[in-house]
T-cell receptor, first 112, second 115 residues
Framework: LAKTTQPISMDSYEGQEVNITCSHNNIATNDYITWYQQFPSQGPRFIIQGYKTKVTNEVASLFIPADRKSSTLSLPRVSLSDTAVYYCLVGGRSSNTGKLIFGQGTTLQVKP | GAVVSQHPSWVICKSGTSVKIECRSLDFQATTMFWYRQFPKQSLMLMATSNEGSKATYEQGVEKDKFLINHASLTLSTLTVTSAHPEDSSFYIC???????????FGSGTRLTVV
């Protein structure tokens, strides 16, 4: 299973764009990259998933370079409610190709 | 969207008793569910993989006789913490694999406190 490395914490201010980078040097050919958000005392919530290049949805963008050894989650114009822990995971899209192992995550603190 | 319901959301039990936590996929069938444990300010730790109709697969270091997992139907997996002790106090989270969609769906978690 590919191991991921993220910054332990990040600070930002309301209205700013936040980019969280994740390293996954040993990513396998069939691995997808998925980001989750977790608030205290809640289960993780799916944010975005991608395989290569760029993926965008209504809440975030995911940038993946050609070598796929890293990825960057981009949160546009964060608000206080975006304060949470963000996890980057790599693995198969379904349980048939792998289980999800969580790394340490990045604690994002958004300040007013 | 896909919903995974976890019950109870919190439970307090006496040391030595057993506690059952339920994880249900409400609008989809899940042949595979996962159980995690999370201690304060730590990441989620995978405990076991629950497969419908077969024995669960436990991660190294997780006692299968203490954490009993049953996945009797495509929408329900249960985790029973047997003979609970204060060190078992933690936040337990389940997730289900919805193979036709992106990502895994997680339950809201169960806060277990053993006194």
């Amino acid at each position: 299973l590919a191991k991921t490395t993220q910054p332990i914490s990040m600070d930002s201010y309301e209205g700013q764009e936040v980019n969280i980078t994740c390293s996954h040097n040993n990513i396998a050919t069939n691995d997808y990259i998925t980001w989750y958000q977790q608030f205290p005392s809640q289960g993780p919530r799916f944010i975005i998933q991608g395989y290569k290049t760029k993926v965008t949805n209504e809440v975030a963008s995911l940038f993946i370079p050609a070598d796929r050894k890293s990825s960057t989650l981009s949160l546009p114009r964060v608000s206080l409610s975006d304060t949470a822990v963000y996890y980057c995971l790599v693995g198969g899209r379904s349980s048939n190709t792998g289980k999800l192992i969580f790394g340490q995550g990045t604690t994002l603190q958004v300040k007013p | 969207g896909a919903v995974v319901s976890q019950h109870p959301s919190w439970v307090i039990c006496k040391s030595g008793t057993s506690v059952k936590i339920e994880c249900r996929s409400l609008d989809f069938q899940a042949t595979t569910m996962f159980w995690y444990r999370q201690f304060p300010k730590q990441s989620l730790m995978l405990m076991a993989t629950s497969n419908e109709g077969s024995k669960a697969t436990y991660e190294q270091g997780v006692e299968k006789d203490k954490f009993l997992i049953n996945h009797a139907s495509l929408t329900l997996s249960t985790l029973t913490v047997t003979s609970a002790h204060p060190e078992d106090s933690s936040f337990y989270i389940c997730s289900a694999d919805r193979t036709s969609h992106y990502g895994y769906t997680f339950g809201s978690g169960t806060r277990l406190t053993v006194v």
